[in-house]
């Protein structure tokens, strides 16, 4: 199974950014979706994320600006974030829990997406 991750980029402040991720490989179910993010200097902190039913949770730093959306018949997550900040820079990794079968679940990571906001 693996986490392949787009959409990163260069935006200047209050522009947008979309960022997608596809789940392949051995899949039998994705109960859980998400991104995370990582400023240099910091901790890994949840941004979004988003059960198979469509139940979403989001940081507060990201209510009103992100909206996290997944495609369920093929394994993406998507993050729409709009009114991006300099702050919001950042490496963006997708997250997902994983199950292979019906009785063995894992968490996998994306291998990262540079998003760089400019004042």
């Known amino acids: 199974v693996q986490l392949v991750e787009s959409g990163g980029g260069l935006v200047h402040s209050g522009g947008s950014l979309r960022l997608s991720c596809t789940a392949s490989g051995h899949i039998y179910s994705i109960p859980t979706m998400g991104w995370y993010r990582q400023a240099p200097g910091k901790q890994r902190d949840l941004v979004a994320d988003i059960d198979s039913d469509g139940r979403r949770n989001y940081r507060d730093f990201a209510k009103g600006r992100f909206t996290i959306s997944r495609d369920n018949a093929k394994n993406t997550v998507y993050l729409q974030m709009n009114g991006l900040k300099p702050e919001d820079t950042a490496v963006y990794y997708c997250?997902?829990?994983?199950?292979?079968?019906?009785?063995?679940?894992?968490?996998?990571w994306g291998q990262g997406t540079q998003v760089t906001v400019s004042s």
């Open positions: 997250h997902a829990d994983i199950r292979v079968s019906r009785n063995y679940e894992f968490e996998y």
